[in-house]
């Protein structure tokens, strides 16, 4: 054990003391597989599936389960005649049970992976559970299960099954915003001005997602509590990101793709809004139009992004999720304002998301063994916990 | 002749050679007959670009005596980034990717200055030898193209050309290909409108002659049209509103405001648009200031706000196309700088945040503003979404003052009453988007009224600071609270309110017209309403010699001391 812990010191050439930052670069290595020495030094064969695996994989399982969640909304009759539904209905409806079925699947693979590798490898979980980044996708398989379920083709939103199932994805969330928010501006070395990053927007997005689809099955009180306690966080979030502390700025170029969720969370904020006033208003309008500036400012700045586009990995699945969500949200908008702009804005992006999905299904086909890091992400903390405790 | 000696030997300080004898010196033979007697200070090559101080000229103050200072470097910053690569030749392998690596011909390259002599109280008049025949080259980092579209004009006019420089010009363009970084403007810069430059910093250009007209004009001359353009919209509530009714104000005073508005704003528009043209890279310098980026809204403000003030014998229901044509540049403005200040690495809002910011912010509100007093519906509500988000966040950043923030300033300054403007449109903006003056659009009202009030009571703190132009500014906030006073009177009408009106009206009339007999003056009578416009001209990188350039300034300019500064520092 001890001769694996020195490979790894070799492996890694990192000092054993956790720091926030030698997280960021072991990260940086490991989420684009560049760490050459890395993967010279240790093959792959080393390092298993489960110790290579993380929390941000879920961002597949966001994707698909949105993707989802678009095709139904998409194909509700609702939606303005004119614009979609002629493209809609010729899909037919098998495709988007298809669609259901592989995110489903997708999402319990992903799941069941993730349950193992709490029981293997406990530490890697608790050392996910410390890093800035990594903790914050711990909400996505939850996020993932209450779209899922949102999008199912099978039951009515006021079943019996659908509540129970909300009680139980719900509680999670819940459970952790107790233990993430609190460490914002409790705990010393996390409060928020040092681990703020674009991911934490997965936090509110959680509840976020969770107070839309309690006001779709009528359960209004605790949509609006979860609401509150989304917007609140978000506004706290997003004061914080736009200030951009110096050490907020610990999130390696790799993970660049992850600024849009910038922009999925306002429109995640504006429809849950909508479900839980049950009308597009003013302030659902503002939020989506926040999103939709946001959108433009980032697609304004291919350089940003430029570094991270090199080279296939499992952060590029972070473009397809606020995309699906920002065209879920035009969507509502479209089919409460009627006219030209709406439904032209609802077409684009919900083309641009679908393409966006299917491009990135097709990268992973193709690019199989460059989605597995070669290296463990938290592999540094493995080594401090292991001189320390 | 310097460069061969430099490898050799140190020369001695002082060299006295007739400037006749040296080539590329200025030598102007005076037609009277009367030989200056030049004393050339040929001081040695290190310190000659060590010190490299641009034009300096010291001026004996006997009659025909000219002094010659011909610096075989450029002035001051251009090329300070150079010097080390001249001081450091012999182990200077690596050296700036600008440099070309061998040092010799970048030295020839570099280009000559020449200093223009001055004759000093001959006769009592004040002779400036400007010679026609040499054009003033200090200028052309900062014009178009380097000074070539000048020559290509000055060649259209059929005016013979003065030397090519290509060389010069070509050293020149690397250095100024780029603008400073933001971190260069915080350094060199100081105070609220980060426009005073340090005692260790040093400009590019001369500090003691006066720049082009062009090049001093910045772009806070917008601002007089923000804040003649918000009076006539002030005048026009008054004049029209039911509530204030009782007042009987005639539609004159908008109509003469109105139209003064529009021949500022195209003047000021048409003077910035040849300094576009002529002097680009100023605009460039001017574009990356942290201060100065945000006026580059006001234009577009004072065209939205002309819309507004429109008066009713002139048109009453716009197109809504304009407010397409205003929005546009506004929208691509923000793209850019909110773009920053979530991503961009040196501009991160932490540290770039000043109450100049809100300029960027109020674009937002006042479109929102227009748009819905042109009947549009989607748009407003957009702008106005954005405006909001990040004002929420440039409020709480500004009001955190944190210590990494180093533009706020410490005292205070009239560009807190930006803080006012804000809110106060905000307001205006969301009751015509709702229809009526609603609980949420009085918070933001009551939120302007208060920070108006906690800066009135402090008023007397604001005396004794230096004019500039962007004062004008400063009082386009004021105006937009009384102007939503009075719309909030409109909605709650009672003696308070009232009052509150007129009072609120008067302040800011009476300080608009005290601002304009300030403006006059400085025009007209001091004649410096438009100072050298130093914070575009610091050096890209630090003056390595910043202790001996305060230790120079604040030495006298007599000559005795000069040569006692310059026998002190060779010992450096």
């Not at chain 1, 928020?192 to 099955?217: D, E, K, W």
């Not at chain 1, 009528?218 to 609140?232: D, H, N, P, Q």
């Not at chain 2, 104000?249 to 040849?274: D, E, G, Q, R, T």
């Not at chain 2, 004794?464 to 719309?487: C, D, E, N, Q, V």
Request: charged share 15%; with cysteine.
């Amino acid at each position: 054990m001890a001769q694996n812990q020195r490979r790894f010191n070799v492996t890694n050439h990192q000092i054993p003391i956790p720091t926030l930052h030698q997280s960021t670069t072991n990260t940086t290595g490991t989420d684009t597989g560049t760490s050459t020495r890395a993967s010279k030094t240790a093959s792959s064969s080393d390092l298993s599936i489960l110790t290579r695996f993380h929390a941000g994989y879920f961002r597949i399982s966001l994707a698909l389960c949105s993707q989802a969640l678009l095709w139904k909304t998409l194909a509700e009759p609702t939606t303005d005649a004119r614009a979609l539904s002629s493209i809609v209905r010729t899909i037919p409806s098998f495709a988007f049970i298809l669609l259901w079925s592989i995110a489903l699947l997708t999402l319990l693979l992903l799941c069941l992976l993730y349950l193992v590798r709490c029981f293997l490898r406990f530490r890697s979980v608790r050392a996910e559970l410390a890093h800035h980044v990594g903790m914050n996708y711990l909400f996505a398989p939850w996020i993932s299960f209450l779209m899922l379920l949102q999008a199912t083709p099978f039951l009515q939103p006021d079943n019996r099954l659908c509540r129970i199932l909300w009680c139980a994805f719900s509680v999670p969330i819940v459970v952790l915003d107790v233990k993430i928010y609190g460490q914002w501006f409790t705990q010393g070395k996390r409060f928020l001005s040092m681990v703020a990053n674009p991911t934490s927007q997965i936090t509110v997005i959680g509840n976020l997602v969770g107070a839309h689809v309690a006001a779709q099955m009528g359960w209004k009180e605790s949509a609006v509590c979860m609401f509150s306690l989304g917007i609140t966080h978000y506004l706290v979030l997003f004061v914080t990101l736009y200030q951009r502390f110096l050490g907020s700025d610990s999130l390696p170029a790799m993970l660049r793709p992850v600024f849009f969720l910038f922009i999925a969370a306002p429109s995640t904020a504006s429809l849950a809004w909508d479900s839980i006033s049950s009308s597009f208003d003013t302030g659902c309008k503002m939020l989506f139009f926040l999103s939709l500036f946001l959108f433009a400012s980032l697609v304004s700045r291919p350089a940003l992004f430029k570094r991270s586009m090199r080279r296939f990995s499992v952060a590029w699945w972070a473009y397809s999720f606020p995309l699906t969500i920002l065209a879920l949200a035009a969507t509502e908008y479209a089919q409460d304002v009627k006219g030209v702009i709406p439904n032209v804005l609802m077409l684009v992006l919900s083309v641009l998301s679908v393409v966006v999905t299917l491009a990135l299904m097709v990268f992973t086909a193709l690019k199989t063994n460059d989605i597995l890091p070669h290296d463990d992400p938290f592999v540094c903390y493995n080594i401090a916990r292991g001189t320390t405790t | 002749m310097e460069q061969t000696e430099l490898q050799v030997e140190i020369p001695s300080v002082l060299k006295q050679t007739s400037c006749q004898n040296i080539k590329d010196f200025d030598y102007v033979d005076y037609g009277n007959g009367n030989n200056p007697n030049p004393l050339e200070n040929a001081i040695s090559d290190k310190e000659s670009y060590g010190e490299s101080i641009a034009g300096s000229k010291i001026t004996k103050l006997e009659l025909q005596e000219v002094v010659i200072i011909s610096l075989p470097a450029s002035p001051s910053g251009l090329h300070i980034g150079q010097t080390k690569l001249v001081l450091h030749s012999e182990k200077c392998e690596n050296t700036d990717q600008n440099d070309t690596k061998n040092p010799y011909p970048q030295l020839a390259k570099q280009k000559k200055f020449h200093s223009q002599p001055i004759l000093v109280r001959e006769n009592g008049d004040r002779k400036v030898v400007h010679s026609e025949a040499i054009r003033d080259h200090r200028f052309d980092p900062f014009k178009t193209w380097s000074g070539r579209l000048e020559r290509q004009i000055s060649n259209l006019r059929g005016k013979p050309t003065q030397e090519p420089d290509i060389e010069a010009g070509a050293s020149q363009r690397e250095e100024i290909e780029e603008a400073p970084g933001v971190d260069r403007y915080f350094d060199a810069l100081e105070g609220p409108e980060l426009d005073t430059l340090r005692a260790t910093e040093v400009s590019v250009l001369p500090e003691d002659e006066k720049w082009p007209f062009l090049l001093r004009f910045p772009v806070n001359a917008f601002g007089i049209c923000l804040g003649v353009s918000s009076q006539a919209i002030l005048w026009k509530t008054l004049n029209t509103s039911p509530a204030m009714s009782f007042l009987h104000i005639s539609p004159m005073p908008n109509l003469i405001l109105w139209w003064a508005a529009l021949a500022l704003i195209l003047f000021v528009s048409f003077v910035y648009l040849l300094k576009i043209v002529f002097y680009f890279e100023a605009i460039k310098r001017e574009y990356h200031h942290p201060v100065r980026v945000n006026f580059f809204f006001a234009p577009w403000i004072a065209c939205m706000f002309m819309a507004l003030a429109v008066p009713p014998s002139i048109a009453v229901n716009l197109r809504p196309f304009i407010w397409y044509i205003l929005m546009t540049p506004i929208f691509i403005l923000e793209l850019k700088i909110y773009g920053q200040w979530m991503s961009g690495g040196q501009r991160r809002l932490s540290k770039v945040a000043n109450p100049s910011n809100h300029l960027s912010i109020v674009g937002n509100f006042v479109g929102a503003l227009l748009g819905a007093n042109m009947g549009l519906k989607e748009g407003p509500i957009f702008f106005f979404a954005v405006g909001l988000a990040h004002y929420i966040v440039l409020f709480v950043t500004l009001y955190q003052r944190l210590p990494t923030n180093a533009a706020l300033p410490k005292e205070l300054h009239p560009v807190f009453f930006l803080f006012v403007a804000a809110p106060s449109v905000a307001c205006m903006a969301w009751a015509k988007i709702q229809g009526d003056f609603d609980y949420a659009a009085r918070i933001p009202y009551f939120i302007a009224l208060f920070l108006y009030m906690s800066l009135a009571v402090r008023v007397n703190f604001f005396t004794g600071i230096r004019f500039s132009l962007a004062w004008w500014a400063y009082t386009f906030p004021m105006t937009g609270a009384s102007i939503a006073t009075i719309k909030y009177t409109m909605a709650v009408t009672n003696v308070v309110t009232r009052s509150l009106s007129v009072c609120l009206s008067a302040i800011s009339t009476f300080t608009v017209s005290t601002l304009l007999v300030y403006t006059i003056v400085h025009a007209f009578v001091l004649r410096d309403l438009f100072p050298n416009d130093i914070s575009i001209a610091i050096t890209r990188k630090k003056p390595k010699f910043s202790k001996m350039l305060s230790h120079f300034r604040s030495s006298s300019a007599d000559s005795k001391d000069f040569d006692s500064s310059i026998s002190k520092n060779s010992e450096i």
